[in-house]
């Protein structure tokens, strides 16, 4: 019999998207008008408590709107996490800004908020904060630092649904947060974003920019130059179902970490997922720091694991390393854990579907693979 494949992520539809969809093909509302597009906004909003959901194309459209409605532009710095999916540097250089990136910090991996200040210029005037593999990044002190020198926070919440800093849900404490809702995220919309904001102006703004900056009095009259960023009623209405058991998601992925934390919490030199006691994060992808002796332990994991059908990611590589984002390294700038994370880490399966016999099996072929 041919082994089972266990993915790294798989998206669980089983709430009333199909009921809504067939809604949306039964009244002809599938494009990007119709009332799921609203429901899902204010539904989201409310889910973070923020009062603005500006629902748009993806996680990266999301960020480059919240950047072009913050008037952010050519002549100006942005400063970005070096680990972290690109996303959020691509959606800087969209602008024609300037990323500055950031290394990692060894406990949380987001981005080190110690070395933030350094890189602070006349030209600053962002940071975006990545909440890493479903951890809050340190947000009151990130808010004090941007106070201080009068900077933007845009909180990058793609990987990190629901996930709570000292108390509140994340998403809430920059002036814009950015969620994707791409098929691989604890909510999904088989593509899509949202922007939520506490601005209305901001909201409004980012609402005319995605829709071709058409001004939304005179019907084909562009005040500005916008970008084609809808998301369709279609992907709202599965937004909109997904959301409705969003707690139930996270619960279930809750279990998921908790078992693989049982059977890995032994392991010499394993690090299991951060969990400060200010933060409730949430398991989006199940991540672990190989921190062994053994030379290529991290990636003889991964092939291990492929070879039993299963798949297993390494971190992201450090963004500095890629050859289009070099040009933006400044003088004196290290990433020493940004490098050693991506080396040393990996994401396993995490799905709400996944067996605790699935579970078992993950952990023992890394035990074996450790063994071998
Ligand atoms: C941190 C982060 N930001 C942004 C995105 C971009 O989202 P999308 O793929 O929907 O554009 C992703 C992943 O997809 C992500 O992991």
């Avoid at 990058?156 to 920059?174: M, P, R, T, V």
């Avoid at 053994?294 to 963004?319: H, M, Q, T, W």
């Avoid at 070099?326 to 991506?342: D, G, I, M, P, R």
């Amino acid at each position: 019999m041919a082994m089972k494949f266990i993915p790294i992520a798989k998206p669980i539809l089983i709430g009333k998207e199909k009921e809504y969809i067939e809604q949306c093909v039964k009244t002809g509302w599938i494009s990007s008008q119709g009332e799921f597009i609203d429901k899902f906004e204010q539904a989201f909003a409310k889910y973070c408590g923020v009062k603005y959901g500006v629902a748009n194309a993806n996680g990266t459209t999301a960020l480059h709107l919240a950047l072009a409605a913050l008037g952010i532009g050519p002549g100006d710095e942005v400063i970005a996490p070096d680990l972290t999916f690109i996303s959020p540097v691509n959606a800087i250089i969209y602008t024609g800004a300037e990323p500055v990136l950031v290394d990692a910090d060894k406990e949380t991996w987001n981005i080190d908020i110690d070395k933030i200040e350094k890189e602070i210029t006349q030209k600053t005037k962002a940071i975006i904060v990545v909440h890493l593999y479903g951890h809050p990044s340190r947000l009151d002190k990130i808010l004090e630092i941007a106070k201080k020198y009068n900077l933007f926070v845009i909180e990058d919440c793609a990987e990190a649904h629901g996930a709570e800093y000292l108390g509140g849900k994340i998403g809430g404490f920059g002036h814009v947060s950015c969620f994707s809702f791409y098929g691989n995220k604890i909510i999904t919309t088989g593509g899509g974003g949202m922007c939520l904001t506490n601005d209305k102006k901001l909201a409004d703004k980012m609402r005319i920019l995605l829709n071709h900056g058409m001004s939304p009095k005179k019907r084909y009259w562009h005040d500005q130059i916008g970008f084609n960023y809808r998301l369709t009623n279609i992907q709202a209405a599965i937004g909109l179902a997904q959301l409705e058991q969003i707690h139930k998601f996270l619960e279930e992925r809750e279990q998921i970490s908790a078992a693989y934390n049982r059977h890995l919490k032994d392991i010499d030199g394993l690090i299991l997922p951060p969990s400060k006691d200010w933060a409730k994060p949430v398991c989006w992808l199940y991540s672990i720091i190989i921190n062994r002796k053994e030379p290529k332990i991290r990636d003889r994991l991964i092939e291990g694991l492929r070879e039993n059908n299963i798949d297993a990611r390494p971190f992201f590589y450090p963004i500095h390393k890629m050859p289009p984002y070099k040009k933006y390294l400044k003088a004196n700038q290290t990433f020493k854990t940004a490098e050693y994370l991506s080396k040393r880490g990996m994401s396993l399966p995490s799905y709400q579907a996944l067996k605790k016999s699935d579970i078992k099996f993950i952990c023992q072929t890394i035990k074996n693979v450790i063994s071998s």
